[in-house]
């Protein structure tokens, strides 16, 4: 387990189930606006520990680890996305911040959009980086039925070898990857203990038109390069409905890639979303 001196703990219920969520805090450079960021599929809150650590936004920032990935609780049943919307609900409760707005990556943007679709009310603001939910992901490992073999293949893929491959795949040297950084990566990879049993990946039917009908607003970050969700495809979903900021050369991990021109692009996605000062 990695030392983290921002972590806490807090316990939600679901489906009768007591699970314990982990979760980190920094405090930001003034500014009364809470910001949550949800990981991605294989990772964890330590996914965000560089950029958090720049204090990029106004405000305070929470990092989640969602149930059965990083250092949260893995619930006794294979869980769907409402156990996940009904995770964050719980924590942002628990939290007692009023509409915080939610920044998720990938899988983590998937449940802050079907979030911000189901429960308008509880969000200011929604930013969407490299997200899932538009339509399934492109090139993406199909598991085994058996979440066995699974956890052993994830244990593998976080080797160097195959993590470097892996990593540079989704758009990044692994050269440039400082030894802590990877350390961190591998850590959210080998713990992604839901993703070993999930199975087939989640859908929202209707993503972008429940974002649209929810009334909050939301902006989305993608990079020109990314081959799971690629842009042309992005655009065409999202059509109109709120701007997506292209980072140029930047793959699947915008954040890792040029973490200057993503706090750039952050702001400006912020500034769009306009959220309570």
């Known amino acids: 387990m990695l030392k983290d001196p921002r972590k806490y703990t807090a316990t939600v219920n679901l489906r009768g189930q007591a699970v314990r969520m982990a979760w980190s805090f920094w405090e930001g450079t003034g500014g ?11 990772s964890s809150r330590w996914a965000y520990a560089d950029l958090l650590s720049r204090s990029p936004l106004d405000g305070r920032y929470y990092a989640l680890d969602l149930p059965g990935f990083g250092d949260s609780g893995l619930p006794p049943f ?77 244990w593998v893929t976080g080797m160097d070898h195959w993590g470097n491959r892996m990593l540079e795949a989704l758009g990044l040297d692994s050269q440039r990857i400082p030894p802590e950084s990877r350390r961190r990566m591998r850590y959210g990879w080998r713990r992604a203990r839901e993703m070993a049993r999930m199975g087939k ?17 939301a902006a989305a970050i993608h990079g020109d390069r990314d081959i799971l969700f690629p842009l042309p495809e992005v655009l065409q979903a999202v059509g109109r409905a709120f701007p997506v900021l292209v980072e140029p050369g930047a793959g699947h991990l915008p954040y890792d890639y040029d973490m200057d021109e993503f706090v750039a692009l952050l702001n400006q996605a912020a500034r769009t979303v306009n959220p309570a000062p």
């Open 32 to 42: 009364k606006t809470p910001w949550i960021f949800l990981h991605g599929m294989g």
């Open 201 to 217: 990946f989640y859908e929202v039917p209707e993503f972008v038109r429940n974002i649209v009908s929810s009334g909050v607003p």
């Open 78 to 154: 294979t869980q769907t996305l409402g156990d996940f919307r009904e995770a964050l609900r719980q924590f942002i409760d628990l939290l007692g911040e009023r509409a915080p707005v939610l920044v998720g990556h990938s899988f983590g943007g998937m449940v802050a959009g079907d979030f911000a679709g189901a429960c308008p009310d509880r969000v200011g603001g929604l930013i969407l980086v490299s997200s899932a939910g538009y339509f399934p992901p492109h090139n993406a490992m199909s598991p085994s039925p058996w979440p066995w073999v699974n956890r052993i293949g994830l």
